[in-house]
């Protein structure tokens, strides 16, 4: 079974940088795709950022490109989310999703397994 837990959010001003961090339980190295999805009140999930087994791929949403990182450390197996350059409109609850397949993409639809979720509030 695989747990989920992310930390790191908060809340900052427009312009800073926050990372999130999501810590896997149970043997997700090299296995599952992971990614992180997020959704702000009255809005539904979008993804965020999706990241292969091996780190080797990834893909983002056009709203994070050049702003957002996603990595992976599989032996420590958690999944990060570096995210510069912060905008009020990335205000959301982001959460962590793995799922045991080679790639997922950006489709929340696809992951079984999902975090609980951590604050990120940006303010003007």
């Known amino acids: 079974q695989v747990q989920l837990v992310e930390s790191g959010g908060g809340s900052v001003q427009f312009g800073e940088s926050l990372r999130l961090s999501c810590v896997a339980s149970g043997y997700i190295s090299q296995t599952y795709c992971m990614a992180w999805f997020r959704q702000a009140p009255g809005k539904e999930r979008e993804g965020v950022a999706s990241i292969s087994p091996s780190g080797r791929t990834t893909t983002y949403a056009d709203s994070v490109k050049g702003r957002f990182t996603i990595s992976r450390d599989n032996a420590k197996g958690i999944l990060y989310l570096q995210m510069n350059t912060l905008k009020p409109e990335d205000t959301a609850m982001y959460y962590c999703?793995?799922?045991?397949?080679?790639?997922?993409?950006?489709?929340?639809?696809?992951?079984?397994?999902w975090g609980q979720g951590t604050q990120v509030t940006v303010s003007s």
């Open positions: 999703a793995a799922d045991r397949s080679s790639w997922r993409g950006l489709d929340p639809n696809k992951y079984n397994y």
